[in-house]
């Protein structure tokens, strides 16, 4: 300081004498710049008198400064052979090392220093032609140039303090000596001299800690040496092994103990020898951060056009629009604007020595403006800085100016390759950088909590950014490890266009997203977006303006005002933001010459991977280096995740391809192609606190309103026939199936409310729907095919769920009920317990005895006594459809959520069986779909979730194909068209295609379409019939789940357990929650043709009824592990199974892992060897090993699926003091299905399908199907009412069938069929009990309509082939045994000639063939035995028990010319009885109508012949006699033939019967 004071003296007495001395000269910066300024003007410069040329040369060896700012705090300077000349207006400088270090830290080194001060440089002048907005053509030029720039700071080294103290002196000293340069004139401030800077190395660096190095090094080290080791006692068991061989007993176990003794101490040496000689060859890694340029080169350029407060203060207003000025403009203390350009090589950012860059940017050229302000503040924004100077000044006191600098930029650069690299694993060493970067500035006086990042850079940057990016990439790391370089989602931009306005992020360019993993889907670019235009707007929600970044003002602490009390002062309250509410709009609708469109690709692989990549970014971050022991007690940073509030997305396409694939080896997935797209959603954030503690907030986000429109929709299912090729490529020849398409999709979901909201929205408006979705259009294929795909993807994702559900921490966390706990009370006064649905109460058949001895006698009895009632009765006061189980469990009471509501306008579905060709199109104008959620309830023992699905269907129709479709083997579909889905019009008959059609009629004719978009008349139209007329239709569907809500589980009461509890009706208990299928038709017109009706009944048995398979082994597991708990002592060792078995599980899961990353790392080798044989081999043993894991996964993931929920179910048993009732021997209910129909009429046509066979009209129609777990089956059909019309021409008899009595009331059946189904065994379906109970029927029929019916139900049937044989056949009458049926006649082929009952076999594949040969598909490939025998099986039925009583019967029977006619015939059809036959359905009815015709034959001739010879009331009188008696006998007959099965009319002792054989 003592020399810095003489020198500012020696320089004042100079600087008199020359004033004294040369009193005309004038000073060489005034010429220069009154030379400049004249050529600015245009004027010439006026000759100068010659000046005097100083020439100065100064060498230095050594040169070191010292300067102390403070009495601790000093500035080091050091140097090593300087050279410094001036020659002329030149000023040159170099050294080849320069030091300079704070407090004994040496920070900046500077290496191949060189300094020159130019009066001009050419180089500049081409600097400054693309800037042709500058004025200024030649200025002076310093140029700077380092060989190399190093900038190292110490760890938690506090660099602000001695820099700020530094600052205050320079600050102390420009005042104490700035009136020293009185004699200067008034003269403007000449223009500042331009800049050039090369740096060929820049090194910025953040040294870490010492302690943190060594301990991961120590880490690695004992993770090496823990290998090592093991792999020395390897060697040292072999040779253990070794010795035993060789010398047997004799070796001493004392020797053996010292030799593993020995190899412990020696391992132990030996890490403290590596551990000494850790850092002999290797330096220690000291790097916390390295920022390093490379090829830097930066020209700053100053201009007369922006020199001068007044135009900086232009520049600012120009860069800065849209923040408001002051009125009384800015009084700036720093100002000054120039135009930058800048070019570097390599711009490189390294965290530690992780193996990614943070940054990493190749060939970066900037060109500019910066303009630099600082404020001059106020006298409360003024801070006294007290200097301790030491002597002889003491402590002076200096006055800093608080506003901070400001920047305001305008820059326009172009990038080569920008690539960016994070992850939250980087963020501990990222919290210590930040940590680092704190020390190097000194927090503002200001006591307003500092401002986060986001607002600060909202206040110090201003202006636009455009930025040109050839290849740009966003790395996200996906896994904890910082190490890792195969885990992450790569954001790759092409042509990328960056503008960064105030507020606004513009990205327009090309985007890939690909999924960088180590395995065989690595590099799977799952999102490809051609030409996007992304827009990023932040709209920032302050207090004030939040672009008034000039009214911030800060405040000393002395001059604080005064606050509310609770309040702390804010200098930046109106500027600091409170939430930020973030816009994403991606735009796809740019028009450009590129072809490709916007494409998605997922694996399911792929989404599994990316939810470890979502729960890896949302977790939870630990605090880094915080606390006491750290010194640092400062509040945690806010981070910005947190500080939304509100998040909306756009996106605009004009076409967009989705490909998801399920399995990537069986490769079966879905592909979905749309036209112009609109999607919308926006959601909301709240920080929910953790109770009192002091805690992280909650984020919960929450969806507040989605929007969709998409038009031209199309879905395919795609499958291929191969498996995974050994290549890991997806089979080119993937074939694909049409799903679904739809011209337009709007999709609304409305905000979530809270439990009041809800509530009253609810009970005011019921229409309230979370999800809306509105479908025109909708076009549906449904076909084995895609029922095989869309089960196989289903079932995929199912068992992918169930694996994560079970492995996951919460699989063995029941539900924790108490029974003590008083029910909370639902929102809508739910009962705390469902009772089951009413089921339709019909009555028992005959053939199914009750358990009990009582029981089973009462029903006998009960049997007995309605043998003569032949009319069926049911309680049921009320229409049959209000009681059927659907409609019951469907229920609005118990709804807490209306969760979704689907619109469909003019939709239609095309079915496709499996063994007919042709198809059916189901059709509706108007349709809605509605779920609900339904309170939690007990079901028995179990609690369990309902969801229940409503469908409503109006102008429903039904077509039908007349021929064999062509467009099937073209790929292409048959549609209507929207004018014939429509609801009823007016009908403009205009064309000749209107009048050709029949209206709105069943039977009529409708012409198809192939392609939507183009009409009818531009195809090759083929027509449809339409089968059933319009029609209106109700569906139920209501499933239950054992997935419950926690938060509504707590609300249900436990079930309250009678200590006299009686064993219930199992059939009743187990029904109440059953997943259950209702379909309601009111009225039906239906015509079909005998090729329709057997298309019709191919797609009923292949994809309505389709049945999962593996269902009954899955029970009988179940039912096993049940059992086990239920005898086990201690149910709780369960546990540690299912702990085992969860470990187990986790093991295929890592080792199927550890594959793929192997398969991997083979793949890649193989990209640059291809023949290498090694690999190849390897890589097939690797796929076998994968496939063995991969199976034995998903057989011990469905074993840990039941432990785990048999064991659940114990548990919440056990904890309600509840036993468990389920046997084994229990059967329960596992889905019904119900159709109903209040009135229908079938008009049976001919083949052409308009000239009329027969009408059949039925009412209260009522099918229903039970499925029970044991894969039985129970089928129900009721018939209220039915008639038969004959419409063949010239019939005699119009009314071929009718219930005798006319009465139709509601609590009539005319009809009751039941039958119980059995598995299948060897592909033949077993009938155990089939019963058909009919009320009396008056019959009018005649030959012709006869072989009509059949011909229409039986094509390619002879009738008259069934009546030979039935006299040889006498041992198949109503009451024979069990028929013999010999091995050979079960394997019957073709062309062999069936005898006796194996003809039923043969005539099975005789109808076969023979229904509609037109329309049954021809193999696709050769036909073996095996699948010959599966074919026949699968048209047999083994019928174990059938049973149809006797029925009164008017018959009236036309016949053909020769035969005999007769007329009212009162006769009565006999019980038929059969045990143990394999029929077809043909055989069945032969087979009643064979032994009916033998039983009524005598019955018509005792009828003739009493009607001829009954003369006279005397001889009517005796027979009338007699025929009371002859009842009286037969109905004893039929009584004890209903106990013993025995005719007991029966006198002829050759007939066998169930207790003898034919003699």
């Known amino acids: 300081m003592y020399l810095y004071q003489h020198v500012l003296a020696t320089l004042q007495c100079r600087d008199l004498l020359r004033a004294t001395v040369f009193p005309e000269t004038v000073p060489s910066l005034a010429l220069e710049t009154s030379g400049t300024t004249s050529e600015l003007e245009g004027r010439a410069p006026e000759p100068l008198p010659p000046k005097r040329l100083l020439n100065l040369t100064l060498e230095v060896s050594t040169a070191k400064l010292t300067a102390f700012v403070a009495e601790d705090k000093f500035i080091t300077l050091a140097a090593e052979s300087v050279s410094l000349s001036r020659h002329g207006g030149s000023l040159q400088a170099y050294c080849p090392e320069l030091a300079a270090g704070f407090d004994g830290n040496s920070i900046f080194n500077f290496k191949e220093v060189e300094v020159q001060l130019l009066p001009e440089l050419e180089e500049m002048i081409l600097h400054r032609n693309p ?39 320079q600050k102390w000293l420009k005042g104490l000596h700035q009136g020293t340069r009185a004699w200067a004139s008034p003269s403007p401030v000449p223009l500042p001299p331009d800049l050039l800077l090369k740096v060929e190395h820049f090194s910025w660096v953040f040294l870490d800690d010492v302690f943190e190095v060594k301990l991961h090094d120590n880490y690695e080290l004992m993770k090496d040496e823990s290998k090592e080791s093991a792999k020395r006692l390897q060697l040292l068991d072999a040779k253990v092994a070794a010795l035993r061989k060789q010398h047997g007993e004799l070796l001493p176990a004392r020797k053996i103990e010292e030799l ?18 850790l850092y002999g060859n290797t330096p220690m890694r000291r790097a916390l951060l390295t920022w390093s340029l490379a090829g830097l080169e930066l020209v700053a350029l100053a201009d007369a056009s922006f020199h001068g407060p007044e135009h900086v203060v232009e520049q600012v207003q120009e860069l800065d629009p849209g923040s408001p000025f002051p009125p009384e403009g800015l009084d700036l203390v720093i100002q000054w604007c120039r135009m930058l350009k800048c070019n570097v090589k390599s711009f490189l950012v390294r965290i530690r020595d992780y193996p990614r860059y ?70 501990p060493a990222w919290t210590l950088i930040g940590q680092c970067v704190d020390l190097l500035t000194k927090p503002s006086a200001d006591p307003s909590p500092p401002l986060p990042w986001w607002d600060k850079s909202r206040l110090l940057f201003h202006g636009d950014w455009h930025m040109d990016i050839e290849q740009a990439n966003l790395h996200q790391l996906a896994t904890e490890d910082p190490y890792n370089t195969t885990e ?84 930046y309250r109106a500027f600091r933001s409170e939430n930020l509410n973030l816009s994403i709009k991606m735009d796809l609708t740019r028009h450009s010459g590129t072809i490709s469109q916007p494409r998605i690709l997922l694996y399911s692989s792929t989404l599994r991977w990316m939810q470890n990549f979502w729960a890896t970014w949302t977790s939870v971050t630990r605090p880094i280096c915080r606390g006491k022991l750290f010194n640092n007690l400062k509040p945690s940073k806010k981070k910005l995740g947190q500080h939304y509030k509100q998040l909306s997305y756009t996106a605009l396409f004009p076409q967009l391809q989705v490909h998801y694939w399920a399995s990537f080896a069986q490769q079966r997935g879905i592909q979905i192609e749309c036209s112009q797209g609109h999607v919308f959603t926006r959601g909301t954030q709240r920080l929910i606190p953790q109770g009192t503690v002091m805690r992280r907030l909650i984020s919960d986000w929450s969806v507040t309103q989605m929007v969709s429109d998409l038009s031209q929709v199309t879905v395919h299912l795609m499958a291929s026939p191969t498996e995974e090729n050994a290549d890991h490529c997806l089979d080119p020849l993937v074939t694909k199936t049409h799903l679904l398409s739809l011209s337009s999709l709007t999709y609304q979901r409305h905000s979530n409310r809270t439990a009041e909201e809800e509530l009253s929205a609810r009970d005011g408006d019921p229409t309230f729907h979370t ?20 089960f196989g993807l289903y079932d995929g994702y199912k068992k992918a769920a169930v694996l994560k559900r079970n492995l996951s921490t919460e699989a063995l966390k029941g539900l924790k009920i108490d029974p003590q706990m008083p029910a909370k009370k639902p929102k809508r006064g739910v009962p705390t317990s469902a009772s089951a649905p009413p089921r339709v109460n019909t009555p028992s058949f005959s053939g199914q005895p009750d358990k009990g001895s009582s029981g089973g006698a009462y029903m006998l009895q009960k049997l007995i006594e309605e043998t003569d009632r032949f009319v069926v009765f049911t309680e049921e006061e009320s229409g049959m459809s209000d009681q059927l189980c659907g409609i ?69 129709q039904y077509f039908a194909t007349t021929e064999s479709s062509p467009t099937e083997q073209d790929g292409r579909q048959l549609w209507l068209e929207v004018k014939n889905i429509e609801e009823h019009r007016q009908r403009s008959l205009d064309s000749v295609q209107e009048l050709m059609e029949s209206g709105q009629a069943v039977g009529g004719m409708v012409t198809t379409t192939t392609d939507w978009n183009q009409p009818a008349e531009a195809q090759q139209a083929q027509q449809v019939q339409r089968i059933i007329s319009r029609c209106n239709c109700r569906m139920y569907y209501i499933s239950y789940s054992h997935d419950i809500d926690p938060e509504l589980a707590t609300q249900i009461k436990p079930p309250e357990v009678l200590e006299n509890q009686e064993k219930e009706d199992l059939l009743k208990k187990q029904e109440g929650a059953v997943d259950t299928f209702t379909l309601i038709h009111h009225e039906l017109e239906i015509s079909t043709n005998p090729a329709q009706y057997a298309m019709i009944l191919d797609i009923v048995n292949n994809l309505l009824l389709h049945v999962e398979p593996k269902r009954k082994e899955h029970s009988e597991k179940k039912q096993r592990v049940r059992f086990q708990l239920e005898i086990s002592s201690n149910p709780e060792e369960q546990r540690s199974s299912i702990l085992h078995l969860q470990e187990a599980v986790r093991q295929h899961v890592a080792q199927i892992r550890q594959l793929e990353k192997q398969m991997y790392s083979i793949m890649k080798s193989l990209q640059d060897d291809s023949k290498n044989e090694n690999l190849l081999d390897l890589n097939q043993k690797l796929q076998l090993q994968l496939n063995q894991e991969k199976a034995n996964l998903q057989l011990e993931s469905e074993e840990l699926n039941i432990l785990i929920r048999c064991f659940k179910d114990f548990q919440l048993q056990r904890a309600n003091k509840m036993e468990l009732r389920k046997q084994q021997e229990d059967v329960s209910v596992v889905r019904r299905t119900e159709f109903y129909f209040a009135q229908a009429r079938w008009r049976l046509t001919e083949e052409d399908g308009q000239l009329g066979i027969a009408e059949l009209e039925l009412q209260r129609f009522l099918y229903s199907k039970v499925n029970k777990s044991d894969d039985t089956a129970e089928h129900l059909l009721e018939l209220g009412w039915f008639t038969m019309n004959n419409l063949l021409p010239n019939a005699v008899y119009k009314v071929v069938l009718r219930p005798q009595s006319s009465c139709q009331s509601g609590r009539q059946l005319a009809l009751r069929l039941f039958s119980k189904v059995r598995p299948p065994v060897g592909g033949i379906s077993v009938k155990e009990h089939f019963e058909v109970n009919v009320v009396p029927l008056t019959i009018q029929l005649t030959h012709q309509f006869f072989h009509r019916m059949m011909g229409f139900f039986f094509p390619g049937r002879s009738v008259e082939d069934d009546e030979v044989g039935d006299e040889e056949d006498k ?5 024979t045994g069990i028929p013999v049926v010999k091995p050979r006649q079960l394997i019957a082929t073709d062309d062999a000639v069936p005898l006796g009952p194996g003809k039923g076999v043969a005539q099975g594949l005789t109808r076969s063939s023979g229904v509609r040969r037109s329309f049954r598909k021809s193999p696709e490939h050769p036909v073996d035995d095996i699948d010959k025998m599966k074919e026949r099986a699968a048209m047999n039925n083994s019928f174990i028990y059938i049973k149809i009583p006797q029925v009164p019967l008017c018959v ?34 032969m087979a009643v109508k064979r032994d009916s015709r033998k039983a009524l034959v005598a019955q018509v001739i005792k009828e003739k012949l009493r009607l001829k010879s009954a003369t006279g009331s005397e001889v009517r009188g005796k027979l009338e006699t007699k025929s009371d008696l002859n009842m009286q006998q037969q109905e004893e007959e039929e009584k004890a033939r209903l106990l013993i099965g025995l005719s007991v009319g029966d006198k002829n002792p050759g007939k066998k019967s169930i207790f003898g054989r034919r003699k």
Request: proline share 4%.
């Open 771 to 790: 999800h809306q979705l509105h479908l025109v259009d909708l076009r549906i294929s449904w076909t084995t095919t895609n029922r095989d795909i869309a």
């Open 131 to 169: 800037f042709p907005a500058l004025q200024t053509l030649r200025n002076r030029v310093w140029l700077l140039s380092f060989g190399s720039v190093s900038v190292e700071f110490p760890y938690q080294y506090d660099f602000s303090r001695t820099l700020d103290e530094a600052v205050g002196v």
């Open 1452 to 1485: 009236s029977y036309k016949g053909e010319k020769n035969s005999v006619d007769w007329g009212d015939l009162n006769l009565v059809l006999p019980c038929l009885e059969y045990h143990n036959n394999t029929w077809t359905w043909l055989d069945f009815a």
């Open 888 to 956: 019951a469990a469907c229920q609005t009471d118990d709804i807490y959520n209306r969760n979704c509501l689907i619109e469909l306008v003019n939709c239609q579905m095309v079915l496709r069986g499996a063994e007919t060709e042709g198809c059916v199109i189901v059709s509706a104008a108007k349709a809605q779909l509605l779920q609900c959620q339904h309170h939690p309830a007990w079901y028995g023992d179990t609690l369990k979730q309902k969801t229940s699905w409503t469908c409503l269907l109006d102008g429903m």
């Open 1371 to 1375: 041992s198949k009458l109503v009451t």
């Open 260 to 277: 593993y003794a020995s190899l412990e101490r020696k391992n132990i040496e030996i890490y403290i020898q590596r551990s000494r000689r």
């Open 358 to 427: 943070l940054f990493e940017i190749r060939d970066w050229r900037l060109m500019g403006r910066l303009v630099g302000t600082e404020q001059s503040g106020q006298p409360c924004s003024r801070r006294r800085q007290i200097l301790h100077l030491g002597l002889p000044w003491g402590n002076v006191a200096v006055e800093r100016n608080m506003p901070p600098l400001k920047f305001y930029h305008d820059f326009h650069s172009e990038i080569f390759q920008y690539t960016v690299v994070w992850g939250p694993c980087w963020d």
């Open 488 to 571: 992450n989602m790569h954001w790759e931009w092409s042509h990328l266009s960056f503008h960064w306005k105030p507020g606004q992020f513009v990205f327009k360019g090309d985007l890939d997203i690909n999924v960088r993993t180590a395995s065989k889907y690595d590099d799977c670019c799952f999102l490809h977006l051609p030409d996007l235009c992304m827009t990023l707007d932040l709209q920032w929600l302050c207090h004030g303006n939040p672009h008034d970044h000039h009214s911030v003002t800060l405040r000393a602490p002395e001059f604080l005002p005064e606050v509310p009390l609770g309040q702390l002062h804010d200098s």
